[in-house]
């Protein structure tokens, strides 16, 4: 493989790219950039590479895409020389395999670690972004290109009291790096998303006391998680190629695809027959893989979702325990669905309590705990799984201001306005990697960050033999992508519930459902058109 060595110094005061992030997204643009041969600055406010791995290190914590397509594909060396373990793998070894990719290219020495950047500013007339630090460097550059995920800026909630508590507290998605060590400890987990759903079931293994304070019920399948054995490895090894091109075209940047009927088209029977079926298999595809009207249409939802609340009444011994973890009053998965292990089982366990914050709201964090309306809850250590301001919090916090001084949190002010997830008016020659509006939470990242990658270096490279100074959106475009992308998504079921998708997690953040919900491959055709198009909708100058 060739890579170009490091091109920056910290001499340098203007290169040809700034990239901000060292996960998925900002090691394979530093990679493409370098073998383009642009000089370049990347910021990582961490200390090493891994992005939300590198954050993101709570008990339990691991990927919910099979590890096969939660790589990267454009190289084959990579793909080759890399054997993943499990199925669904944990954070550690997708935290050894981002390292392995850093390794193997040489990446690390383009980055400046635990360095963040806290502001930007373009002059139009030198078409220069200056992107500032908060160790006080200030540097030049003609393309600013942001990779700093979509689930990166964490969420606590305001709740009173909450300096007051004198145990340790954590949030899941900024984990210490040392081992916190449950054992004779009286815990408590507010909130049950994806990161709750995966810690739970292990820090109730090693807590002597542990308390779930539930608002929302959540539905969970079985991720049916398991080792690859040594045949799946050599079938991998041969069929990975396919296995990733698949992915680039289909609706959620996975293999698998809807089977093309609808969840009426086949009898009772044999629906339930298939969710079964499905549902042993654990993963995504029990939702994703079975009919293809349930994100449309909330009867065929409604058969998907009363076979989940069965299975939660099946495996939950205590009927009235049952009830609370039971969801009602939402389509399924129009939360994002999170796949789990023993998650509803831990509810059987001894040492175990559900707090439903429904019947008995949270008042108020005390020295030792948390008092809601009921009790004071006793704690040693008190997690806080509340989840991220999710798409536009992490780039809004970047203090980015544009042409004429526009702050981008203000032009956001009532929800994110881009062309294609990947530019925004007023901000010439900034990408975003999965940006708000493009695929990118709806499916499997990698496969959404390589298509983002791609096509900005292509553009870069257009602009370049061009003799361009900027790209920027036309103002039409990016509000005619806005309406088509609501439009989508308001022919599904996913507006009518409360979601990080829109924002509802957020006190005063617009409701806007963010993702683009035409699905991946749909997508990325319209994108290469967009391109091959001349930049249909940009104006280039
Ligand atoms: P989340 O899905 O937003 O869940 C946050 C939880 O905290 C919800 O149960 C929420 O309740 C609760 N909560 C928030 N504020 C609260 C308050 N003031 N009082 C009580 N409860 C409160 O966050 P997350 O679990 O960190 O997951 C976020 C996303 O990250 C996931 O959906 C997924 O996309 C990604 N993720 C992926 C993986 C994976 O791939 N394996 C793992 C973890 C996370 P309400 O529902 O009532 O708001």
């Not at 997708?94 to 360095?115: E, K, M, N």
């Not at 058969?303 to 299975?311: G, H, L, P, S």
């Not at 992508?481 to 957020?506: M, R």
Request: aromatic share 10%; with cysteine; proline share 5%.
């Amino acid at each position: 493989m060739t890579v170009q060595p490091p091109t920056h110094s910290n001499k340098l005061s203007t290169v040809d790219a700034v990239v901000i992030g060292a996960g998925f997204a900002g090691l394979y643009m530093v990679h493409r950039l370098r073998v383009m041969g642009l000089s370049l600055r990347a910021f990582e406010r961490g200390s090493d590479v891994g992005g939300t791995w590198y954050w993101n290190r709570y008990p339990g914590a691991s990927s919910d895409s099979e590890s096969w397509v939660y790589s990267y594909s454009f190289s084959d060396e990579l793909l080759q020389g890399w054997e993943w373990s499990r199925r669904f793998p944990g954070q550690a070894e997708i935290l050894r395999y981002l390292g392995y990719v850093a390794d193997r290219l040489d990446l690390r020495p383009a980055f400046d670690f635990g360095t963040t950047v806290t502001g930007a500013s373009y002059d139009p007339e030198q078409a220069l972004w200056t992107v500032e630090t908060d160790t006080g460097e200030r540097v030049r550059t003609a393309y600013l290109i942001t990779a700093v995920g979509c689930l990166s800026s964490t969420q606590v909630p305001d709740i009173p009291g909450i300096d007051r508590f004198e145990g340790d507290c954590f949030h899941t998605g900024a984990w210490p790096h040392e081992e916190v060590d449950f054992s004779g400890k009286r815990v408590g987990v507010i909130g049950t998303g994806s990161s709750g759903i995966q810690s739970i079931p292990i820090i109730a293994e090693s807590a002597a006391h542990l308390t779930v304070f539930q608002r929302t019920s959540q539905f969970s399948v079985p991720a049916g998680n398991r080792d690859i054995s040594a045949q799946e490895q050599l079938d991998l090894k041969r069929d990975i190629k396919q296995i990733r091109e698949k992915c680039k075209w289909t609706s959620i940047g996975h293999p698998y695809e809807f089977r093309n009927v609808g969840a009426f088209d086949v009898s009772p029977q044999e629906r339930l027959a298939q969710y079964e079926a499905d549902w042993q298999k654990g993963g995504f595809e029990w939702m994703f893989g079975s009919y293809n009207d349930l994100m449309v249409n909330e009867t065929a939802n409604a058969t998907a979702a009363e076979f989940a609340r069965a299975k939660i009444r099946d495996i939950v011994r205590d009927p009235e325990v049952a009830r609370k973890l039971t969801p009602e009053g939402y389509p399924i998965a129009t939360k994002r669905l999170p796949l789990d292990t023993n998650y509803f089982a831990t509810y059987n366990r001894d040492n175990v309590e559900l707090v439903d914050l429904r019947e008995s709201p949270i008042e108020e964090i005390v020295a030792q705990g948390v008092r809601t309306s009921a009790q004071t809850h006793e704690l040693d250590i008190l997690i806080f799984a509340t989840g991220f301001d999710a798409m536009t919090g992490p780039l809004t916090k970047l203090g980015i201001r544009g042409r004429g001084g526009v702050a981008l949190g203000d032009k956001w002010s009532a929800g994110p306005q881009t062309y294609l997830g990947l530019c925004t008016v007023d901000f010439p020659n900034m990408f975003m990697i999965t940006g708000p509006g493009s695929p990118s939470v709806l499916g499997n990242m990698p496969t959404a960050i390589e298509q983002h990658v791609d096509w900005i270096c292509d553009c870069i490279t257009h602009l370049r033999e061009q003799g361009a100074s900027a790209i920027e959106p036309q103002q039409d475009a990016e509000t005619s992508w806005g309406e088509h992308v609501n439009e989508l998504a308001n022919g599904t079921l996913f507006p009518q519930t409360n979601s990080w998708y829109l924002g509802a997690n957020i006190p005063g953040k617009p409701r806007v459902f963010m993702p683009y919900i035409g699905g991946f491959g749909t997508y990325r055709k319209l994108c290469d058109e967009i391109a091959a198009d001349q930049y249909r909708g940009f104006r280039i100058g």
